[in-house]
């Protein structure tokens, strides 16, 4: 209501109708009212739209563009693509704000005050975050990887900028922090296509060891996945 008034200067007695009518039409049909508050709503409107498209457009591209980047995972394409589509509808709503004559300098005040509050309240989530983030640019894991995080062992079924999500190999979900994970020691068991396998046989006391032995070696060495 202040807002209102303060941009149109307008003060109607609803006791007189005629002459309340008489204001009212006055007004809207005025260049410095109604004309104006309406071009500044379809202002407001062609920006909020073009912002729209251009997040969508640039969202695409910027989807094409890290696509041909082998060295970046899908978890960061991902973020890349959703934080620049974001940041372009937040500027085009500041920008559509400003053609409705309100003051942004005020609105970006609080919004920096706020974000400094929140930064207090939220350590914790903040601690994910930067995890979060240090864990899409280096990459230890991306999405299918068998990994053991957290002393949780499980596949990558998903991951946000705070937590990650793995399926256990008994199909259990279990969701963990990211600072949690970036702050401890991280095995991924697929990141290489050839690992070592260690397997213990047991023998009896009266069994012939030698001959064991030589059953084991044969076997080593005409397997095909066995590697000298």
């Known amino acids: 209501e202040a807002y209102i008034t303060t941009i149109s200067g307008v003060k109607v007695d609803v006791s007189d109708a ?11 049909t005025s260049k410095e009212g109604g004309i104006r508050w309406a ?8 920006i909020i739209i073009i912002s729209w ?12 563009a890290v696509a041909n980047i082998q060295s970046a995972s899908t978890l960061l394409k991902d973020f890349l693509v959703i934080i620049t589509s974001k940041i372009i509808l937040i500027v085009g709503f500041i920008v559509g704000l400003s053609m409705l004559e309100v003051n942004i300098g005020p609105l970006l005040a609080a919004i920096g005050a706020a974000g400094f509050i929140l930064a207090f309240a939220l350590q914790g989530t903040l601690s994910n975050f930067a995890a979060g983030i240090m864990i899409l640019i280096y990459r230890p894991y991306d999405v299918g990887d068998l990994v053991e995080v957290s002393g949780t062992l499980g596949k990558v079924d998903a991951m946000t900028i705070v ?3 793995l399926r256990k190999v008994d199909n259990q979900k279990v969701v963990i922090p990211n600072n ?11 990141g290489t296509s050839k690992r070592r396998v260690d397997l213990v046989f047991g023998i009896g006391y009266s069994d012939d060891l030698a001959k064991a032995q030589k059953i084991l070696e044969d ?7 066995i590697l000298k």
């Open 18 to 28: 005629s002459a309340a009518w008489t204001v009212v039409t006055g007004w809207l």
């Open 39 to 46: 071009k500044n709503i379809v202002f407001f409107l062609v």
């Open 53 to 64: 498209m251009l997040s969508r457009v640039i969202a695409k591209a910027v989807k094409k």
């Open 163 to 165: 937590s990650t999500t």
């Open 180 to 190: 949690l994970i970036w702050g401890d020691i991280i095995t991924n068991i697929t």
């Open 219 to 225: 076997i080593l060495e005409n397997h095909e996945s």
